[in-house]
């Protein structure tokens, strides 16, 4: 089937180690570490008591009272790193047929925030402390709905919910759409908030986050032989999309080309990966066929990477199934050392790292490496930035049930 040409022309970042796209990228070419004490609540009880929180972040800074208080902290996420997104791209709203703008932003968790709150409003006070906004508060795909309200936009929306890969399929949907005419236009990505008791608390019952209380600035340490789980994130990534004659034809600034994706599922556990990392080898092989280039064309790959001792292993691994020797002369990295893992956020962040990548010519390091893993054997960019030309570039996430994505971006060529 005939495909237009999808370009990125915005971008929107709220991240541990920025509040903006600029910050964002100066953040991460510098190695700089988002990850500190939780400020939220008392963590002392808990066996992880540190994150990769928003630095200084105050909803009055961008919302009236009276807004905010209506919206979960995901949603306020989403709705500021849309803006962002919208502002960057320079379109005209004023020109364009807003029929033709979709929006697919998705929360791996949703309101969990709100939930919790609410529930403990129920057990504090009763029935009638509960809050007519907790549904729509609560819901993932109300982040879509704000920001479709916001602006207008009448074109397809709604949410895919994949867990850590919920912002990479937000992506690939939105340049589907796009790509075979069902709109012109695509505000996408993901948001999460999830430091919280309940989310600390439940990924500690998991046993899957680092407990280095010690250290926690080093805690995210992907590859390092020493690794002892993810640090929690948060934050939103949103791209806008639209296609080439369109930007073209208004002489928008373009970042990177979206030029396939391949979904696929590791069919093996609900939260372990597959050792031998079958399913997300599926994933790059059909997002190479989807993008109509060979192995040996990728230099870069933004990996889910999220310091756990079996998912690293089996990323690597399924790496050298699909890449071979060409495994070896690409750059890699994992963000998720600076930016811990922002869940449903984290394939639309790390995808905007991916772009920026491409579009400065600069990998980001892999921070916090210190003792060699022998089955960790690959260019991971440890510890320092790294000036490369991409001509094409991967970001991979992959979401608790076995859900796999990865968006192929290339430098813009006319």
Not at 50 to 79: G, I, T
Not at 301 to 326: C, R, Y
Not at 372 to 399: H, M, S, W
């Amino acid at each position: 089937m005939s495909r237009r040409r999808v370009v990125i022309t915005g971008l929107g970042s709220l991240t541990p180690v920025g509040k903006t796209t600029p910050e964002f990228w100066n953040g991460l070419i510098s190695g700089k570490s988002g990850v500190r004490n939780i400020e939220y609540f008392d963590a002392s009880s808990f066996s992880t008591q540190f994150a990769a929180q928003l630095e200084n972040y105050n909803p009055d800074d961008y919302f009236d009272k009276k807004v905010h208080r209506k919206l979960d902290r995901f949603s306020q996420y989403a709705m500021i790193a849309a803006e962002e997104a919208v502002v960057d791209s320079g379109i005209n709203l004023d020109d364009i047929d807003k029929d033709r703008v979709s929006v697919l932003v998705g929360s791996g968790i949703g309101g969990f925030d709100t939930f919790y709150e609410q529930c403990r409003a129920y057990f504090e006070r009763g029935a009638r402390a509960i809050s007519p906004f907790f549904i729509p508060m609560l819901i993932p795909d109300i982040a879509s709905g704000q920001i479709s309200i916001k602006y207008g936009f009448r074109g397809p929306n709604f949410c895919a919910v994949s867990a850590c890969a919920t912002g990479s399929h937000n992506i690939g949907i939105a340049y589907d759409y796009i790509a075979h005419g069902t709109a012109d236009f695509a505000v996408c990505g993901g948001a999460e908030a999830p430091i919280m008791e309940m989310g600390v608390g439940g990924f500690n019952a998991l046993r899957a986050m680092s407990t280095r209380n010690d250290d926690p600035q080093t805690a995210s340490r992907p590859f390092d032989k020493e690794r002892d789980g993810f640090v929690l994130g948060e934050g939103s990534g949103i791209v806008f999309l639209e296609s080439y004659e369109s930007a073209v034809k208004r002489g928008a600034r373009i970042y990177a080309e979206v030029v396939g994706y391949g979904f696929s599922a590791d069919a093996y556990h609900i939260t372990a990966p597959d050792p031998d990392g079958n399913g997300v080898k599926l994933a790059m092989t059909n997002s190479l066929k989807s993008a109509g280039v060979k192995a040996s064309d990728i230099d870069h790959i933004n990996m889910h990477g999220t310091s756990t001792p079996l998912g690293d292993i089996a990323e690597t691994n399924a790496i050298k199934k699909v890449f071979g020797d060409h495994a070896y002369k690409m750059n890699l990295n994992s963000t998720k050392s600076m930016t811990g893992h922002t869940l449903g956020a984290a394939g639309a962040i790390e995808s905007i790292a991916t772009v920026m990548a491409i579009y400065h010519g600069m990998v980001p390091p892999t921070i916090n490496f210190k003792n060699p893993d022998e089955e960790c054997d690959l260019n991971y960019t440890f510890n320092q930035a790294e000036v490369r030309d991409i001509k094409y570039a991967i970001n991979n996430a992959f979401g608790f049930g076995g859900h796999n994505t990865s968006l192929v971006f290339k430098k813009f060529e006319e």
